[in-house]
């Protein structure tokens, strides 16, 4: 019971931290649209699809660095799957 509960408070600093550092580098990630404002709840739902695995939202990387930040993320999350399926047999 204990790894679920780290595993779970992981999974929410992850979020928690790339929420943050996608709000910072906000000049990189675009709707697309001037018209479409960008706020704390985008981003916080960006980095929340990113850490599900679900996929991206309607924010994108519109950077070389933005792109680097979500494959950065994306791989955190690949390799913490693999942690805890395979080396901590859950």
């Not at 693999?82 to 901590?88: A, F, G, N, W």
């Amino acid at each position: 019971m204990q790894r679920i509960l780290k595993t779970a408070f992981f999974q929410l600093i992850c979020i928690i931290f790339f929420t943050f550092l996608y709000k910072h580098f906000d000049n990189d990630f675009d709707y697309g649209d001037k018209h479409i404002h960008d706020s704390w709840i985008d981003y916080l739902l960006l980095s929340t699809t990113i850490q599900c695995s679900i996929g991206i939202s309607g924010l994108n990387p519109v950077t070389r660095l933005g792109k680097i930040l979500l494959i950065f993320h994306q791989l955190i999350v690949l390799y913490l799957h693999i942690i805890t399926i395979y080396i901590l047999n859950f």
